[in-house]
């Protein structure tokens, strides 16, 4: 058990889980906040309206009314509200209200985020045990709230420098404007097989800290959203030499490290902050994550006064006893909780090798077909430097025929049913986990055989004919831009860019076609969602590289966050400077 782990408690508890069943078991009489009373006042809501008859007896989504003659119907809500009589029919489901009856508050038992002492204390250590960190914080506001607090706990004075990788998520750019900070960016090193962004080279890392030795620390993304990384620990080794904290946006990589067959973990390799979003891999609730730390380098009390700044005073009980459950359910189950999703991607790589035309990708060096169990680790192959692993829960296609973009194969997906995490200008992100099973996989597989087979009837194939792949349909490869990468030619570092709250003056403003942006300082933040990641920053010039691929990504069904004009036409941008 981690030395730092000093409650004793067995990892096979959920404590703060436990207390919140206790609270509900005890049918207290609540006179404390929140106000619904335990879900009691949907309870009396229904019964004074008569909508439910007995809500614990009827089906989820259903409800039980009383026909002309007496008899039961059982009517499916509706929850478009057209008019005002259908409101009766929207009544709380019974697992909602169930919820409410441990949606409670700081009282006695519970303990209290922000100076835990009792079961919430104890389930931190549990976490901090079963993720290898010293010390571990529940996040009910998502990696957000880490990335925010570990930016404002090394940034302790105005214009404090931090080397920030290009493309990080929009949370690190608002943590260095609520900082007053300075970012250097770093340029990722790109896939050239993908031509996505991973992360920044060794050199770079090197190059970055040499020049700005009084820099606070370095901020760096992995994996990144399509689940492509490389090894941390050489670059958590020169940070520690330059005597810089190594914090780590691993929002997508909280399962790493907890199966043989997956990538290592952030902490494994050094890192000093490590943010995870318990809720995208694991099993929280969605904003549930954890903010795990070791090493001296972070000043362990300034990073408490900044999580209990960046997080609310009122957290989620139902949010953080998901986290106890996501880490009772790893404490317990090891690896073996990896299982059914990892059989499941195996199954889904086995279809799509019947399938040519929609490929995978996967390190260069990686070959197609599966290793057995604990003979070999393919998320640790040898690759190209800047991508050797691939997380092998994120399965991500494309059409390599060329016919149907990224956004193209995700709306026939959804039409099947198929919900996709993401998708590009030509990749489709299949988000896989724990909960995955072979179902999903068959499910999958069933849609893209049933989008080739209508691909081939409209073209009027052979059923035997085929597919050509997109190199011999065409001699130039068509233009790809991901959403995730921001960069463009341009030196590995940039010089320091000022960040602060001090909005920009609306007068001082114009609006101007996306097409003619170019050349004008934007006055807005541009960013693709999801993932998330800025393609441009307010007061930063737009380039025509730049222009031209938020054009493509509009035009390509691309949703942005930042941009005023929600039809994606206009930006607004600074006025020339006479």
Known sequence: MNEYNTSGVGKKRAPLYEALLAYRDSKQRSYHVPGHKNGQVYYQWMQQFNTVEDVQKKEIGDIIETGKEGEQISVVADYSLKDTDQSRHVVPVRAYLDMMEMDVTEITGTDDLHHPEGVIKEAQDLAADCFGAEESFFLVGGSTAGNLSLLLTICDEPGSIVLVQRNVHKSVIHGLMLAGARAVFLEPWVDPESGLAVMPSIETIQAAVQRYPEAKGVFV????????????????????????????????????????????????????????????????????????????????????QRLAMVQSSSPSYPVMASLDLSRRLLHVHGADAFTAGLAAVKALKRGLAELPRFQLLQPADSLQQEPAYGNENPAALPGRQGYTAQDPFKVVIYDDTGVLSGYGLQQQLEACGCVPEMSDERYVVLLFSLGSTLQDAEHVLQALRHINIAYKLEHSLESTAPVRTASQTQTDPPIYVSTWNNIEDRERLSEP?????????????????????????????????????????????????????????????????????HMYQKIKVMKPES
């Open 221 to 304: 993304t992995l994996p990144n959203y399509y689940g492509m990384g490389a090894d941390l620990t050489p670059i958590a080794e020169v940070c520690h030499e330059a005597g810089m904290p190594l914090l780590v946006d691993e929002a997508h990589g909280a399962h790493y490290g907890q199966h043989p067959e997956l990538p290592v973990s952030a902490l494994s390799c050094g890192a000093d902050g490590v943010v995870q979003s318990t809720h995208k891999m694991l099993a929280a609730f969605t904003m549930g994550a954890m903010l795990h730390i070791q090493g001296p380098r972070l000043n362990r009390p300034l990073l408490r």
């Open 497 to 565: 860019v000022a960040f602060s709250l001090q909005p920009i003056i609306e007068r001082d403003t114009i609006v101007v076609p996306i097409e003619d942006c170019a050349g004008y300082r934007s006055a807005e933040m541009v960013i693709p969602y999801p993932p998330g990641i800025p393609l441009v920053y307010p007061g930063e010039r737009i380039s025509s590289k730049i222009a031209e691929r938020i054009r493509i990504l509009r035009d390509g069904g691309a949703k942005f966050q930042g941009i005023s004009d």
